[in-house]
């Protein structure tokens, strides 16, 4: 081992002798959330992420479990003290914990049962659900959940519905000799199912497809009749969507259709995050001078129902329109003309081409922003149309929710592992013997 991996492994036994992992452990567990918990009820505890908790909420919503959270991040800040940096990657971990890191596993795996048997203490967990299924935090609380007999479950938020996803995401978990040390996974498309199966690295019967919990909060949601509809939305792609230079262009169109437009239409930049906003801002001054509005905290189906079309690249916040009954627009030109194995939508797709506004240059999308703007520019294909293609890269089930799908596939694990702890000699009445242990294999 090298000299700062001596370091860390030092330390970690140290701090293993003086029983301070066990302390460590039991200090994570009091900053839990047990939000509404409810005795009587099942509860499951969430290693909870920005987006994933979007998932979470509306499960609370719909369902009857309890959901007590605990900050992902926190899990990972405490093990950082053990593991030195260029071990702590995601995916490659898991092969380095048995191999590196062997001398150390079963010490950080202290850390990971303490917390989770301080956790009982205060309430009963039934499962663990985690939005990753490789981030390398979460290794020893599988070793945890195991040791306990409570199955880790993901429901990751990475969608790999684009062929490179598949391609890229499959080379990893290969080459990093990765395994899923959990016992099922839940999915948004059959895609990621494939993905996932493919590498070799999950189960086979494990990876459920489910949908995505957050689209739930369509259901119900009242959109505008189109023609009361005034918004055009941009969705900020300046930095890291593979499109810088197409959306310079896109944006300088935007600013120049909100600043000639002479009707009711209200221009709008959505971004994802606060410090996005300030970047477009700033490096497109123009965003400043002309009459648009920004958006960051507003959630997608709180906007697009007010919408007549959102222009955006590569992004499912761009698909999601399909669902609000508006035009789509995807600029295809420059740096945003990628290899179809790059797009989430085709360019030379007849389904696509049927529900999308596809750009091919900077004069069609003035005139797809000049037509928008007049109220000129409806939503293309039927209904039927546009949620076929939505559904190719999140389900949605033809009944009940998303959210019914992934309580189901919890469900099922958590019967799974108390059929397992059941005294084999367990007897029904009239004497037949119920061998709980093979119950839901």
Known sequence: MKPIDLWYSARLRVDAALGNLERAGAELAGTIDWQDWQPGRRTVLCLRRSTFVKDVDQMRLRGTFNWAK????????????????????????????ETSLRRDKELLARFAIGFLGAVMKTHPIDAVLAGNTDYWQDEVIKIACRHFGIPFLALPRENYSMEIDEINVGKRFVE????????????????TQRTMIRSGS?????????????????????????????????????????????FIDVANLFIA??????????????SKKKNEEEVARREIPGFNEAPIEFLCEEPIHVTYPRCRAVIGVNSLASVEGFLAEMAVIVPNWSDARRIPEECLLLRDDPDDIA??????????????????????????????????RFCKHIELPDEGTCSDRVHAFIGHYIDRA???????????????EVAGSKQGV
Request: glycine share 6%.
């Open 257 to 270: 259709a909100a600043k000639a437009s002479d009707g009711d239409a209200v221009f709008v930049l959505k």
């Open 176 to 191: 990093s000799k990765f395994r899923y040390n959990g016992d099922g996974v839940a999915v948004f498309c059959e895609a």
């Open 70 to 97: 605990v900050s992902a991040a926190k899990v990972r800040k405490y093990q950082e003290r053990w593991v030195p940096p260029e071990y702590r990657i995601q995916t490659y971990f898991y092969n380095f914990l």
């Open 202 to 246: 999950f189960p086979e019967n494990g990876v459920w497809i489910t949908g995505a919990p957050r689209i739930d909060h369509w259901i119900g949601v009242k959109l505008l009749p189109f023609e009361q509809r005034r918004t055009i939305v941009l969705l900020n792609y300046c930095h890291g969507y593979l499109a810088d230079e197409n």
């Open 418 to 432: 108390e059929a397992r702890r059941r005294p084999r000699d367990v007897r029904a009445a009239g004497g037949l």
């Open 355 to 388: 529900v999308t506004y596809f750009a091919d240059s900077p004069d069609e999308l003035a005139d797809f922003l000049k037509r928008a703007a007049a109220h000129q520019l409806p939503p293309k294909g039927t209904p039927e149309m546009r949620r076929k």
